[in-house]
């Protein structure tokens, strides 16, 4: 009986420590990400917009590569990652890998929302016009719905865990979109253009246009993982309001007293 009440014990302190730890290292963790962001975003727009050299056949209208790319190469990650913790989640019943699967979508539509309306004012002087039902567009489109799809559905079902079983079934057959996006330019004839950057080729770009588009996607996947971070904290808090650390947490803010407006400085 008492191994028995020890390993349920070890249990409950293993379920509710893991919000826990994530809440307190994740908001350690969120100054440094902010300054990351703003850093490597001021540096990247300076370096983009202002040092970079005009390219030689798009002339300036090219410059929004510096936004339009990370987003994009974004709006792909962050959907692989939402679809892995929402999977982790369903399977292995952890509750904080099906937060984090929540709080990654808002973030992902927002990229891919940005890569397309970037995208949009980049098509109008290359292409010629706003939108064509290019593959590498249709499928990005495909993948804004899809995480809109799962925004709504786990908002629409009142259990939490019924949600995240039936949120991680649509993220993981979801995902199957995401090679059909990177790959499409190679398996059909698109206007899109191909891969600037490649693991296997050295870069079709100057060293400055190079550098302004690393330090960009720095600063997305910093803002990114901020934001993702700030918002799974407050999903925790949510989910784990009835728990002892949540409790204690909620009386020591209670119990700090105002910095200002207090009875004796109105007063006076």
Known sequence: MATMT????????????????????????????WAVALACGAAGLYVGFFVAPTDATQGESYRIIFIHVPAAWLSMLLYLAMAFWATIGWAFHARMASVLARAIA????MFTALALITGALWGQPTWGTWWV?????????????????????????????RA?????LLALVGSVNVPIIYFSVKWWNTLHQGATISMTAAPKMAQTMLAAMLLMTFACWAYA????????????????????????????????????????????
């Open 6 to 33: 020890s390993r349920a014990e070890r249990l409950r302190l293993f379920t509710f420590a893991a919000p826990m730890r994530f809440y307190r290292l994740a908001g350690a963790s969120l100054p440094w990400l």
């Open 106 to 109: 808002p973030t992902g539509a």
């Open 133 to 161: 039902w290019d593959a590498r567009l249709t499928s990005e489109l495909l993948l804004l719905f899809l995480y809109l799809g799962y925004i709504a559905l786990v908002n629409a079902i009142d259990d939490p865990r």
């Open 164 to 168: 995240d079983q039936a949120g991680a």
């Open 225 to 268: 993982f901020a934001v993702v971070f700030m918002r799974a904290r407050a999903m925790a808090l949510v989910r784990e309001r009835h728990t002892q650390w949540v409790q204690e947490l909620v009386a020591g803010s209670a119990a700090v007293p105002p910095r200002h407006g207090g009875p004796q400085e109105s007063a006076a």
